[in-house]
């Protein structure tokens, strides 16, 4: 529990943990935000209202309890997308490794970025066969959310073969405590959730049906979307989905689309 004479202004914070196992001191930063309103999205009602060009969301409709429910499911929408929650948060993965065969390091990729710092990674070859690595020669990619180590890992403990790949098949899998995510949420996510949560809303109201055709006496007019716009809604299912999905791509999680060579 932090002191609220400690943390009274709003913005961001690092606080220092230490603990200690099996005679050993750790360190973990970690840092947090203070707002002025809890939020469970990307966003809180009034920034919906704040950003909304819809006229049938104003100040007061629809409710805040209402708008909370839309910018629930427009994160799952988002999170969709992205390939998981972009977030700020501590996270523990078990990933394949590819191996480095020049140096004998391996190379990890984790799902979730930027990465923020990595507290610890372990190499598991067989049940019984573990390396812990020193995090400190450790090479991080943070906005790729990638990581390097450049030391031979098949001495003296892991059953891997690096340099022959016919002598051995063990691929080691890297065990990853890490933290990663936006302590402050981006402000292209920040609209790009307003405008699903406006879209959602129009589509409750039913103010999204689009004319595919009419006909005036002799004369017949017939409207059709681009093949960019129908893949958007294809991929998000929402009006506006473009314009949704340009300002969401660049924070696509690094295996969002496919698992990738390392699982």
């Known amino acids: 529990m932090v002191q609220s004479s400690l943390s009274n202004i709003l913005g961001i914070y690092t606080a220092l943990w230490e603990f200690v196992i099996s005679g050993t001191k750790y360190q973990h930063s970690q840092e947090f935000e203070v707002v002025s309103s809890v939020r469970s999205g990307y966003v809180v009602p009034e920034d919906v209202r704040d950003r909304a060009t819809y006229d049938g969301i104003t100040t007061t409709i629809p409710s805040d309890a209402t708008l909370e429910k839309l910018i629930n499911k427009s994160t799952v929408i988002i999170d969709a997308f992205l390939g998981d929650t972009i977030n700020y948060a501590q996270y523990s993965e078990k990933r394949r490794c590819a191996l480095n065969k020049v140096r004998g390091g391996v190379l990890i990729q984790l799902k979730h970025r930027p990465i923020i710092s990595v507290?610890?990674?372990?190499?598991?070859?067989?049940?019984?066969?573990?390396?812990?690595?020193?995090?400190?020669?450790?090479?991080?990619?943070?906005?790729?959310?990638?990581l390097e180590y450049f030391y031979d890992v098949s001495w003296p403990t892991?059953?891997?073969?690096?340099?022959?790949?016919?002598?051995?098949?063990?691929?080691?899998?890297?065990?990853v405590v890490y933290t990663a995510g936006y302590t402050t949420i981006p402000e292209d996510v920040k609209m790009a959730s307003s405008m699903v949560v406006e879209e959602l809303y129009k589509q409750e109201?039913?103010?999204?049906?689009?004319?595919?055709?009419?006909?005036?006496?002799?004369?017949?007019?017939?409207?059709?979307?681009?093949?960019?716009?129908?893949?958007?809604?294809?991929?998000?299912?929402?009006?506006?989905?473009?314009?949704?999905r340009k300002l969401l791509r660049n924070y696509r999680q690094p295996m969002?689309?496919?698992?990738?060579?390392?699982?």
Not at 158 to 171: E, G, K, R
Not at 229 to 243: F, H, M, P, Q, S
Not at 257 to 263: A, F, Q, R, S
């Open 158 to 175: 892991l059953s891997v073969c690096t340099m022959d790949p016919t002598a051995s098949n063990i691929i080691p899998v890297a065990t």
């Open 119 to 146: 507290t610890s990674v372990i190499l598991t070859s067989t049940p019984t066969n573990t390396i812990t690595l020193d995090v400190a020669n450790i090479r991080i990619n943070e906005e790729s959310g990638y």
């Open 205 to 244: 109201k039913g103010d999204m049906n689009t004319v595919q055709a009419y006909t005036l006496k002799n004369q017949k007019w017939a409207y059709k979307n681009n093949q960019s716009k129908d893949d958007a809604l294809a991929t998000i299912g929402l009006e506006n989905a473009v314009a949704i």
């Open 256 to 263: 969002s689309l496919v698992g990738g060579p390392l699982g």
